[in-house]
């Protein structure tokens, strides 16, 4: 038996020695207790006080181990908390309430004063007068308490349910009275005084208008036929307005689940149930694929695949005879509900997502009026919601990236951006080169939709929904001058901007610093800075992904933000006038380890564009000694340059923070594309980079790894078979055959020729009137170029890239006798995210760059392989002896010499008759 090394290069064994400067390298331990503030921070209403959460993080997915403090935003005073979700404050900001095991705590805030209510499984603030209430459920003693302004406490027994209304008047209670029925209770919370409203069959679902003057609720008879009834305000008894065989509801049909009441209380709203048809086991089970289907039948069969019922939304009016109207057909999606329940917007769009390349399948929504039944069909834009105060739709035209809006009142359609310009230093930018007109985007609204907010990239247009008012460019065209793009940074960015000034996020692109300025509405202004800095505290998605809106005090003007750079965690401040930021939350984990620099870089591409990149570097960086270089990449990658990158995410990108602390360099240069000529461009940017790159003595020009993700996979596959300049790629779930790409359906069944068409794919033309674009653009026709050994990772359940484009690279380079190696992760799709594929891959992955970039061992996974009777046993992670190498592929010595023959070969030349 050949020895092995057992001791896997120091990363899997918590404890083992290191001797890298004074800090330790990260490992699997240290990543599996890595600690980080999570969002959703609260402050009083005084500001005074703040609350949040830190647990574990991996991935997505916050643990159960976490921990809730509530600290004073300026003092010293604190309280930590294990095994609560979340905390509130009162209105006075005097005590703050949360539910601990079975145990209310409502504790007085700045002291150590502690009331602990046993046995509370639920508890609701509530408004009550000038001051505040308390209502608490204790499920096992079947009671509810409420504690009212006065601080008395009334208690109701016999309790199996209850509904408090919005504004604390009325409290339904439910009670068992015997095991076939149910008692209902309406509680005037200001008298105390309780009035049984039903007693009958058991409820099945209740809803209650926000003054709580009308109640609704559903029940089963002992036929089975289910009913409605509506207890309003001043009635004794719940009237049984509506059942399954009411008028307006088709046959087949039975009443499902209440929704709501309208605003103004006149219509309720609930949906009706279908059941689906049962399949016959005795007829033949065939999928008929018809050419005119709008959604192919894998589509259809993966949505169908967990529904067993239709639901359509309906409603009964209430403010004369009450009536069923069905709002909701067949084919017909329910889409969004305005606030005041006065419209319904249906989505009736056939095909879904084949409605970005199908004419047939173009968007089409109908517009309910549910007061009067009145409707309205909009065509071609894509519905994006409501407006702040439910005046406008929100409408996009993706053919041209314009945006519209739709007047409810007049049926009048309004073109928004239509007349907003596109600023000249976006004229190159290759999304405008398809079509789009990708800058703009609308970030807010004004009060009572007088204005609407729209982006154009860099700048902040305020616009007359309407279209009488003139266009004000609220930053006088700064941002497209000073590369700066400013965004609203308002807090809850759904609800409308209110007062005469606001404050804008800021984000210059030339030093990647973040802050905050200041604008007055309804003027065309130089922006006023507050504050800059190298740091990341909000911008938009498209910048950098995960930043939060501030959080503001509601009776005060205090505010706390997320703030984080690349050498420090994110973590909460509080701030006055967003110059000066008080620290809130102190967790820093990455202070403990050999963590990572920063340092921005500027190069050429082969073609003369002047790019960005990031160079990341171990925080003991050494400049008098070489370091290996991985390459990472996506679309733009340089904006992060201040941004904190958790080594728990590590889903098919790149860890960075591990790499570097084991020594590596990484660099992350922007690409921006050609239209048709993707791979090109990124083979262009990539060389220039790298004349760059290996002018510095610290870097090691013989041992360059790459690695990308999703699209960076394809990045990825593209060079190892257009350059020989690595020694070694990673590629993620990447694709390899734009031609395959361009018809094949994903793990859900669904086509996306679109997205190779006209989105990251950037052919601009189908594969039938330009085949060359797909041909020159697909790494797998290149296969026999590659001389990189390659790791792949795809997994069957992807459902962004076929599991078969990664298959289809790792079987050519296979036939091929190429180096190459796949990870199939049996539960996994577009990445990994579940913590022990999360750190089998990087493992993997690490191992893999060790051996060709450093020289380390290869582990018996590369060396001997898994066989499929293996799998789950042995994971193949020890290392061989050194010296030990992967050996020649499956050819023959004949084969290999011609497939070598094959890297001379001229370039794929189509003709044309």
Request: charged share 25%.
């Amino acid at each position: 038996m050949k020895y092995r090394s057992l001791f896997l290069a120091g990363m899997l064994i918590p404890g083992s020695t290191r001797v890298l400067a004074q800090k330790p390298v990260l490992d699997t331990t240290a990543i599996n207790n890595w600690r980080l503030v999570e969002e959703g921070g609260i402050l009083s209403p005084d500001g005074k006080y703040a609350g949040y959460a830190d647990s574990k993080l991996y991935g997505a997915e916050y643990s159960a181990d976490r921990v809730y403090f509530i600290k004073s935003t300026y003092g010293s005073w604190e309280k930590r908390i294990a095994g609560v979700e979340k905390a509130q404050f009162t209105a006075d900001s005097r005590e703050a309430a949360y539910i601990q095991g079975d145990t209310l705590h409502i504790i007085t805030l700045g002291s150590n004063e502690d009331k602990a209510i046993p046995g509370v499984s639920a508890y609701q603030l509530f408004k009550k007068g000038n001051d505040e209430g308390l209502l608490c459920y204790f499920k096992a003693d079947r009671k509810v308490v409420i504690r009212g302004e006065d601080r008395r406490e009334t208690a109701y027994s016999d309790v199996d349910g209850w509904l408090l209304s919005s504004d604390g008047t009325t409290l339904l209670i439910r009670s068992n009275h015997d095991k076939e029925g149910q008692i209902v209770s309406r509680v005037n919370i200001g008298t105390g005084e309780s009035q049984t409203i039903w007693e009958g069959s058991p409820v099945k679902d209740w809803v209650m208008s926000e003054s709580g003057g009308q109640i609704a609720f559903s029940t089963k008879d002992q036929v089975g036929l289910n009913h409605i009834f509506v207890c309003r305000a001043g009635q004794d008894k719940a009237a049984d307005i509506a059942n399954d065989h009411s008028e307006g509801i088709d046959r087949g049909l039975t009443i499902g689940k209440l929704l709501n009441f309208s605003k103004d209380g006149s219509r309720l709203f609930f949906n009706l149930v279908e059941e689906l048809p049962k399949p016959d086991p005795n007829k033949i089970s065939v999928d008929v694929w018809s050419y005119f289907d709008p959604k192919i039948q894998a589509e259809q069969l993966q949505d169908n695949a967990w529904r067993h019922t239709w639901d359509y939304l309906s409603l009964i009016r209430l403010d004369r005879n009450p009536t069923v109207v069905r709002l909701q057909q067949k084919g017909e999606k329910m889409d969004k509900v305005s606030a005041d329940g006065n419209y319904v917007v249906l989505d009736e769009t056939q095909g879904d997502m084949d409605s970005r390349w199908s004419r047939a399948s173009q968007f089409r929504y109908e517009i309910v009026d549910t007061r009067n039944g009145k409707r309205s069909v909009i065509g071609k834009y894509r519905f994006l919601g409501f407006s702040a105060r439910g005046r406008f739709l929100q409408l996009y035209d993706r053919s041209t990236g314009d945006y519209f809006v739709y007047e409810l009142a007049t049926g009048v359609l309004h073109p928004l951006t239509a007349n907003v310009p596109v600023s000249p230093a976006l004229a190159n930018d290759d999304a405008a080169s398809i079509g789009h007109r990708a800058s703009l985007g609308i970030s807010g609204w004004l009060s009572g939709d007088e204005a609407v907010l729209v982006n154009d990239y860099y700048d902040l247009w305020e616009l007359d929904p309407t279209g009488r008012k003139a266009p004000i460019n609220l930053t006088s065209f700064q941002g497209a001058k000073t590369k700066t793009t400013f965004y609203n940074s308002q807090p809850y960015r759904r609800e409308p901007v209110s007062g005469d000034t606001m404050i804008l996020s800021a984000f210059n692109h030339d030093t990647k610093e973040n802050g905050f300025y200041r604008v007055v509405l309804h003027r065309q202004q130089v922006p006023q800075k507050i504050s800059m800095g190298p740091y990341a505290y909000f911008a938009p998605s498209t910048i950098i992904e995960g930043l939060q809106p501030f959080v503001k005090a509601s009776k005060a003007s205090v505010y706390m933000v997320k703030r984080q750079s690349s050498s420090e965690a994110s973590n909460y401040f509080v701030t006055t006038d967003f110059k000066a930021f008080h620290p809130v939350s102190d967790d820093y984990p990455e202070k403990s380890f050999n963590w990572m620099r920063t340092k921005l870089l500027l190069f050429k591409t082969v073609a003369g564009r002047k790019e960005q990149g990031v160079l990341y570097m171990p925080e003991n960086f050494d400049p008098g000694r070489q370091y290996p270089l991985i390459v990472y990449y996506y679309e733009v990658k340089s904006d992060y340059l201040n941004g904190y990158h958790r080594p728990t995410d590590n889903h098919g990108d790149l860890n960075i923070p591990w790499f570097t602390s084991h020594g590596y360099l990484v660099f992350t240069p922007d690409f921006h594309y050609k239209l048709g000529s993707a791979g090109e461009s990124v083979l262009q940017t990539v060389e220039g980079a790298l004349k760059l790159l290996k002018s510095f003595p610290y870097v090691d020009g013989k041992h360059m790894g790459l690695q990308g993700h999703s699209f960076g996979g394809f990045e990825t596959n593209f060079l190892v078979t257009h350059t020989h300049e690595f020694a070694a790629a990673v590629s993620s779930a990447g694709p390899s055959d734009w031609v395959s790409a361009m018809v094949a359906i994903d793990f859900f069944g669904t086509c996306t020729p679109d997205f190779v068409q006209y989105s990251q794919g950037r052919m601009g033309t189908t594969l039938w009137e330009n085949p060359d674009y797909y041909i020159r653009n697909s790494p797998v026709f290149y296969a026999d170029k590659a001389t990189t050994p390659i790791l792949l990772v795809a997994n069957k359940r992807d459902r962004n890239v076929s599991f078969t484009q990664g298959l289809e690279f790792f079987t050519a380079l296979r036939r091929l006798g190429k180096k190459a190696w796949m990870l199939q992760y049996d539960r996994e799709d577009h990445g990994e995210f579940h913590k022990p594929e999360q750190i089998d891959c990087l493992v993997r992955s690490t191992q893999f760059f060790d051996h060709y970039l450093k020289g380390a061992p290869a582990p018996k996974w590369m060396v001997e392989g898994i066989p499929a009777t293996m799998k789950q046993v042995d994971n193949g992670l020890e290392l061989e002896p050194a010296g030990v190498e992967p050996g020649p592929g499956l050819l023959t010595p004949e084969a290999q010499k011609a497939v070598d023959a094959l890297k001379n070969r001229k370039p794929i030349t189509l003709i044309f008759n």
